[in-house]
């Protein structure tokens, strides 16, 4: 049977409606989800990137990988999570906190740490005066309100913890808890950080107990020894933290407290590696081996853990060069 001009028209017409159907719907759904959720705006999501950097990028960190990379997935992979996701890096200086908000940022967002989407917080430089606290709450508030209107997939990371002012921390609050909205805001595509170094010691003394035991650092768990636990009753507990009392642990509002651990030689030595390669030179482990040497290790017999972790390895690998 020969089509008819007329059939094939009446059937590219059908055609189009159809598409211009399936697309509005789309849309409307879309704008129906970013009026009750806010928009969640352009996102550069690679779950493989985020596994690899966070495997092959972080030196000696086995326990902060593993836990980070499972949380960030899970709440990826959520389309109507309950909550924001909370995260607390706790360990002792140049262990790799901020590498790891880095990573995240990386391999969520579009221009990485630089997105818009990427918002950073350090307590003596954005919250520096106690008189000016109660400008700094409405400020804070403001500004995390205003980023997830636009955004709903924000990321907020705040550094140095251990100074923030515990009443400041406890106005995150609400946007922390199960709320679907506050003030027609959901904040529970959002992704809070907050690092410190609150904490370290006692991930430092577990680390040398394994080591003393003859036991592989691998083998450290989350609730080895309840060590997820102390860290979380150490800061509530400690004046000097800006978790001091704070109704954000009391409500359980942090999904996970995530150990850093010390870094040992070989780790900085990889730490001297990378950094070579960052900037351009070929790898000279002779030169690696006298930028590890030189930095100062604990405890001061055993020289087992680096004091300063991997910071300042570029500026000593400059001094060498
Ligand atoms: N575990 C690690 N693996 C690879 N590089 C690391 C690691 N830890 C630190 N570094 C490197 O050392 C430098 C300092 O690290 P970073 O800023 O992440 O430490 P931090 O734990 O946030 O320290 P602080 O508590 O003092 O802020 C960075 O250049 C980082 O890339």
Known sequence: ??????????????????????????????????????????MAYNPDGLGYELKNKLFGQHLASRVILKAVKGFMA??????????????SSGTGKNLVAKIIA???????????????????????HPAHLETYK????QWIRGNVSTCARSMFIFDEM?????????TLKCFLDHYAQVDGVSFTHAIFLFLSNQGGHLINQMALEFWEAD??????????QGLETAINKDVFNNKNSGFWRSSLLDSH????????????????????LAEMSALGLAPDTSMARNVVADMPYFPQEERLFSVKGCKSVKQRLKYYI
Do not use: W
């Not at 049977?1 to 059937?11: L, N």
């Not at 055609?15 to 159907?21: D, E, K, Q, R, S």
């Not at 100074?163 to 406890?170: G, I, S, Y």
């Not at 036991?215 to 080895?224: D, V």
């Open 162 to 170: 251990d100074k923030m002012n515990p009443v400041l921390t406890d």
């Open 78 to 91: 959520d389309p109507n999570p309950s909550k924001p996701l909370v995260l607390s890096l706790h360990g």
């Open 106 to 128: 990386q391999n969520l967002f579009e221009g990485g740490e630089f997105s818009s989407q990427v918002h950073l917080f350090i307590a003596t430089h954005h919250f520096p």
């Open 138 to 141: 409405v400020q804070l508030q």
């Open 1 to 42: 049977m020969a089509v008819k001009g007329e059939d094939v028209f009446v059937c590219i017409v059908f055609g189009l409606a159809l598409v211009g159907f399936v697309y509005v719907t789309v849309r409307g759904v879309g704008i129906i989800c970013d009026y009750f959720r806010g928009p969640l705006c352009p």
């Open 253 to 272: 509002v942090v999904d996970y407290f995530v150990p850093f651990l010390p870094l040992e030689y070989k780790h900085v030595f990889m730490c001297a």
């Open 215 to 224: 036991r592989q650092r691998e083998e450290i768990e989350l609730n080895s």
